[in-house]
């Protein structure tokens, strides 16, 4: 049985920093894992995803202030945001079972079949 539980979110002031956590269970290791936000009114949309070779992509809206990253057993994923902006405000879900190849399908959520119950974040300007 699949499982993702997201921990982690918060309230920050702008320019801050919070850290995510997705523990999982049961996911098959080729499986690429994902990080995506949804806010009020607004589809969900990939933020940064990781595959089984640990190689990383991110969205260009968190390019250098957002980094992705597991845990050696790759159970546990996790999501540094640094430089909270106000346009960060969302609920963040973590997400699996997207298999390679997967290029530019990572951002497509409906591709996902894997989702956890999401963590807010709320970022005050």
């Known amino acids: 049985q699949v499982q993702l539980v997201e921990s982690g979110g918060g309230s920050v002031q702008a320019g801050g920093s919070l850290r995510l956590s997705c523990t999982t269970s049961?996911?098959?290791?080729?499986?690429?894992v994902a990080w995506f936000r949804q806010a009020p009114g607004k589809e969900r949309e990939g933020v940064a995803a990781?595959?089984?070779?640990?190689?990383?992509v991110y969205d260009d809206s968190v390019k250098g202030r957002f980094t992705i990253s597991q845990d050696n057993d790759k159970r546990t994923l996790y999501l540094q945001m640094n430089d909270l902006r106000a346009e960060d405000t969302a609920m963040y879900y973590c997400?699996?079972?997207?298999?390679?190849?997967?290029?530019?399908?990572?951002?497509?959520?409906?591709?996902?079949?894997?989702w956890g119950q999401g963590t807010q974040v709320t970022v005050s300007s």
């Open positions: 997400a699996s079972g997207l298999s390679p190849p997967w290029s530019t399908a990572w951002t497509d959520f409906r591709k996902y079949p894997y």
């Open positions: 049961g996911i098959t290791p080729r499986y690429l």
């Open positions: 990781i595959d089984s070779y640990r190689d990383t």
